[in-house]
């Protein structure tokens, strides 16, 4: 069973940027499709972005798209999230995940995952 590794986060001025990883011990990355999800307090936890290996497909939610960017680092079996021009609406404990198939945006939809890293973004 695959097992997930988040890191990155910390605390970044409004503007700023963030780059997290996901790694993952015990089965590769590249049968999966690797999502990023964000949970703020007292909210619900919501889609960021994915990414299918094979092919390469990417998606985004409306609320990074243009800020954020999912890639893969084939030499380490990890998923980057490179977060740019961040916003204090970004704050959240960032989660990534990983499902077998296609792209798709609903957390029950994914079968493992990590144990999150803190996204702190001040004004």
Partial sequence: QVRLVESGGGLVQAGGSLRLSCAANGRALSTYTVGWFRQAPGKEREFVAAFTWSGGSTYYADSVKGRFTI?????????????????????????????QGGLRTASRMYDAWGQGTQVTVSS
């Fill in 71 to 99: 890639s893969r680092d084939n030499a380490e079996n990890t998923i980057v999230l490179q977060m740019n021009s961040l916003k204090p609406e970004d704050t959240a404990v960032y989660y990534c995940a990983v499902r």
